[in-house]
DNA sequence: TTGAAAGGTTGTATAATATGCAACACAGTT
DNA sequence: AACTGTGTTGCATATTATACAACCTTTCAA
């Protein structure tokens, strides 16, 4: 583990998080080092174009540079080229929002999102890694690719589960009805709904769904969407080839 | 500059541009420094998700956490948000693929593109820093931010204009005409058209364009595509709150 | 099966370098 | 004018990154 290297990218997670810019003294207590180490720190993520200094306030931003970096991450998941068009096919049906995921690090990465044309909707970002064990996508990445479930699972709300044997046994479940139902178990007010994509070998290639408030997706819904969102995501496993779709 | 950062960040511009992944004796040749070197910063960065290694390859390829990082640049540009219903209606009404463009450490930073529905396209990603002095939306940030033109001009294809007196008329005319043609200068084979959007103070906010292959856009062609594009520029100034947009 | 080669990781002494301290520069406040 | 908060630079020292070497694993050919 390389000390300096380390310090610099953990500036990089701070940058990420930051509305307004970090000055440089804010960097120095975060990380525990001198304003002086964390100046040049900054200088050095600067020249490299990963931050940015404002001229006025010596704030310091998160470079463009950063946005060649993803691209080359997205380049390299071609199942998000694919699914965009099934995406806007979903939402325009369902007139929710709808998301990609596939499995990452343990967790379930988002990888394309097609907006609500709705006022009221649910913003999810591209890249996000949100936990698998009270997402409808989540659940359906373990459900499907037959994962264990983890010991300990962190409440997000008072709705999500934390006993593991309740959730294995709810894993059951998605996979006998081929979708997975998130209901206020990671946000509060959202419901979600996920189905699986396969790839032409059979495997989990990622999970479909979409999600919406609870106000406009009733439980008695549920099943008339889920439908929708299976259909699709059968539509998409086809389209990668996958035989065994109708 | 703290020199084992700096390598690390040449490391992740390396991962950037490798289609494969990369191997250690691969960075530490890149590198200059001694294969065990390498290992470890590779190892350091990939303990924070910025590089992934290939469980069975070994290789390294960048890793999702610089998502995150994008997300957040993005962020900080409400232009983005604001455009890109406009970029979908100046595909619609052209056919080409457009983007929308703001300056950027002297380059022109593409933030947001809309492709083409034509097989036949022009690519272009969002993040990509291209030089000023040969690209449409390039000109249109020159001309209308009222910025010098550089000493010397880099030749892309035999039609870039190289001569910066030239450069400095051609300027003018893009200023009176509202708009600029990228004539294969930048790329062979492919002509771009853009015009300047002003924010509510009305300050040169971005540049808005099309590209396409020089088949679909002949030169007699070219004025009426230009005014498509003028009016969909002045649609977004509008948008963004400027009063003079009509 | 054996041997060699290529690629990656880990231990360790040393030399390079990142660090904290202090001084300085600058802007905004009292 | 003095003060306070913030960022940058010079410098001696102690930390730490480095190269070297040994070791491990996989691959490929004899």
Redesign the pocket.
């Known amino acids: ?7 610099g990218l953990e500036i990089l997670d701070l940058l990420a998080n930051a509305e307004n810019g ?7 207590q975060h990380l ?12 050095t993520l600067a020249s490299y174009g990963y931050a940015e ?1 404002n001229a006025d ?4 931003v998160l470079g463009t540079r950063v946005l060649a970096l993803s691209n080359s991450v997205l380049r390299r998941i071609p199942l998000r080229d694919t699914a965009h068009p099934v995406l806007r096919q979903l939402t325009y049906m369902t007139g929710e929002c709808s998301h990609i995921a596939i499995l990452s690090q343990g967790k379930a990465l988002y990888i394309d999102q097609v907006e609500s044309p709705s006022i009221l909707r649910v913003e999810t970002e591209i890249g996000t890694l949100s936990p698998l064990h009270c997402t409808a996508l989540g659940k359906v990445l373990i459900a499907f690719n037959q994962l264990g479930v983890p010991e300990s699972l962190k409440a997000y709300t008072p709705k999500t589960m934390t006993d593991p044997v309740q959730l294995k046994l709810h894993m059951e479940l998605v996979y006998r009805q081929g979708y997975a139902v998130d209901d206020e178990e990671h946000v509060l007010g959202v419901r979600c709904i996920a189905a699986p994509v396969f790839d032409h070998r059979g495997r989990v290639a990622g999970a479909v769904g979409i999600s919406g408030p609870i106000g406009r997706m009733p439980n008695d819904g549920v099943p008339k969407l889920a439908g929708m969102v299976m259909e699709l995501a059968n539509d998409l496993s086809r389209r990668l080839g996958n035989t065994s779709a109708t």
């Open positions: 583990m390389i000390q300096s290297l380390a310090r970090i000055g440089i003294t804010e960097f120095a525990g080092v001198d304003k002086s180490s964390a100046s040049r720190l900054l200088q200094q306030t010596r704030r310091y």
